[in-house]
C-alpha cells in the first residue's frame, strides 16, 4: 500500500511553511523513526546520488543535532544542525534548524496525532526572516522554503480542467 | 532578477484566487480585458490592477493593439515554478516513503514477539 501524493503542503504565513502526512503506523514509532540516528539515515535524504554519513542527534532539551548530506558523484557535502527547544515523546518535538551557509534560522515544530493506529504528522517550518527563507531556497539541496506551492498545483490542475 | 526573486513574484502573483481564475481562463487562449472580467463580480480597473501584478511577475503579456490589448499567458515563469514545486514535493515524497518503509519494520518487529530492538 503506497501513502504517496498525500503530502500536503501549506503556509500558514508568510514565513512558514507547513507539511502534512499521514503513516500506517502508531505515534510512538514514527517518533522513535524521527529521533533514532540509525534510523533518520535511513529515510532523510535528499534527491537521488545523496546519502546521510552523519547524523547526531542529542535528544534532550538544549541538546544539538547534526545532519551531513553526501552526494560522491557531484563530490557534494552539506550539512544541517540545531538545537531542541522541546521534546514530548511521542507527540512533539521542537527545534531550531540552521543550514550550513544560509544566515538566519528556522524553527521547525513536528507534531504527530494518532487516530486508529494511523499517525498524522505536521511539520511547520518557521524561518526568522524573508531572507533566511530565500537562502534555504538556494541552498545545493533545495530543501526548505515557503509561499504556497499547493496554491500553484491547484491552479495548473484547474487549467487542465479547464481547457477541455 | 534573481531565480529566488523571480520564483517569489510568481507565487506572490499566484496567491489569490481571481488571478488564478484568470490565468486559467487564459490557459484556453488570449482574452481582452473586457473577456476577462465578465464573470467575476469586478471592475475592469479591478481586473486591470490584477493583470498588471500578473505581468510584473511575467505570467501574462499584453499585445500591443490599443483598443484590446489581449492577454496571453506566459509558459515559462509557471514551468520553473512548477519544476520547482516537482523537486521540492518529489524530495519530501520520497523521503516519507522511505520512513513508511522504515516504519513497517518497526511494526513488525513490534509484532514479534521475543525479538528485541537493534
Redesign the interface.
Known sequence: M????N?Q?TTPSDREIA?T?V???PRA??F??LTTPE?VQ??????PGWTMPHCQIDLKVGGAYRYVWRNDEKGMEFGTGGEFREILPPKRIVHTERMDGAPGEALNTTSLTEQGGRTTLTLTMLFDSKEAR?AT??TG???G?A???D??????A??????D | MTPSDRLDATFAALADPTRRAILARLATGEASVTELAEPFAMSQPAISKHLKVLERAGLITRGRDAQRRPCRIEAQPLAEADAWLARYRQLWESNFQRLDGVLEELKARATKPGRRKR
Do not use: H, T
Open positions: 503506497s501513502n504517496s501524493g503530502l503542503v507539511m502526512r503513516f500506517d503506523a514509532l514514527v522513535e523513526a534510523l535511513r529515510w532523510l535524504l535528499g534527491p530565500d531556497l538556494q539541496m533545495e530543501k522554503v509561499i504556497s506551492y496554491r500553484l498545483a491547484e491552479l495548473l484547474s487549467a487542465a480542467v479547464r481547457k
